[in-house]
């Protein structure tokens, strides 16, 4: 069974280009389905039956997970079990009468105008420091101008820049290449990154990297996020902050200006649009707040 479940691990990393933090989130999930099953001394994927996989979900139900978490789960073993049957290892699917758990959509975390003002500003102030506090003043206004994930930022390279026709390319989930407008401000502080500071933070290493460390390395998501979080609190922001919430905040103030959903959905790189129609829900939360203060509302 391990192997088996190996052999689907390695599909969705060579085939489906799923990224590291999926591709774990997947192991973990099934290796604990497994986990459970060896317990019930199933002896084979073929013995599992649609009550293991719903006791199996109800169990983790029951360690108060909530219905997006239990839905995630679900998917995993889903997946398997198509693939399993595809290579004709199982003659069923016990997942096929198993429903996934409803989840509501939560609106995502985002920051205000004045709060990502604030948070820039501390990032110029930082700049003032030194070639790391150029770095991050062009690592945040890039951040912010784009929506790019963190994963994304961090492995920008040099040649990922076209600066004079004013975008970027980038390679999202499942390996897709999209371009991504940068907007003047973003442009400026990666000329002046790339003109004072990057250099600098080289150290004689060759290395392609857009965004380096003080040892001349790569920037790490971790790093980076350490960096934000830095920042935020610099800027007196008390709000859970991560490159996620920027990300939101990106898609959030082009919906909340008008900005069509399709437009977003490109810039985003999401591959269903459904996924971009949240910012329509914060779009509507936002409206509503505006008309709550209305003098007979």
């Known amino acids: 069974m391990e192997t088996a479940l190996q052999r689907y691990l390695d599909h969705l990393k060579v085939e489906k280009g799923l990224s590291k933090n999926t591709l774990e989130a997947y192991g973990t999930d099934l290796h604990a389905f497994l986990g459970f099953l060896r317990v019930r001394k199933r002896g084979s994927w073929s013995e599992v039956l649609p009550q293991d996989v719903l006791e199996h979900v109800m169990k983790l139900s029951d360690r108060s997970l909530k219905a997006r978490s239990l839905a995630r789960h679900l998917v995993a073993i889903r997946g398997l079990y198509k693939f399993l049957m595809k290579e004709g290892d199982v003659a069923k699917n016990p997942t096929a009468l198993v429903e996934l758990p409803k989840a509501g959509r ?3 975390n985002f920051l205000t105008l004045d709060e990502v003002d604030r948070l820039l500003s501390a990032a110029h102030a930082r700049a003032q420091e030194g070639p790391e506090g150029v770095r991050n003043d062009a690592m945040l206004e890039l951040l912010y101008a784009t929506g790019l994930r963190a994963s994304e930022l961090v492995n920008l390279t040099v040649d990922d820049l076209h600066m004079d026709r004013g975008f970027l390319k980038t390679m999202g989930k499942g390996k897709k290449e999209r371009i991504v407008p940068m907007g003047k401000s973003a442009i400026q502080s990666l000329q002046f990154y790339l003109a004072t500071s990057r250099e600098t933070l080289r150290k004689g290493r060759s290395t392609q990297a857009l965004f380096l460390t003080r040892l001349g390395k790569g920037m790490t998501r971790q790093m980076f996020w ?4 830095d920042l935020a609190r610099r800027a007196g922001i008390r709000k859970d902050i991560s490159p996620h919430v920027l990300r939101h905040s990106f898609a959030t103030h082009l919906v909340q200006r008008g900005a069509d959903l399709r437009s977003v959905q490109a810039m985003l790189g999401h591959s269903d649009i459904s996924t971009t ?8 939360s936002h409206l509503k707040s505006v008309a709550s203060k209305h003098p007979r509302a």
Do not use: G, S
Not at 226 to 229: N, V, Y
Not at 277 to 284: C, D, P
């Open 106 to 108: 939560k609106l995502p």
């Open 226 to 229: 350490k960096l934000l979080k």
């Open 277 to 284: 129609q949240i910012y329509t829900h914060l779009n509507l």
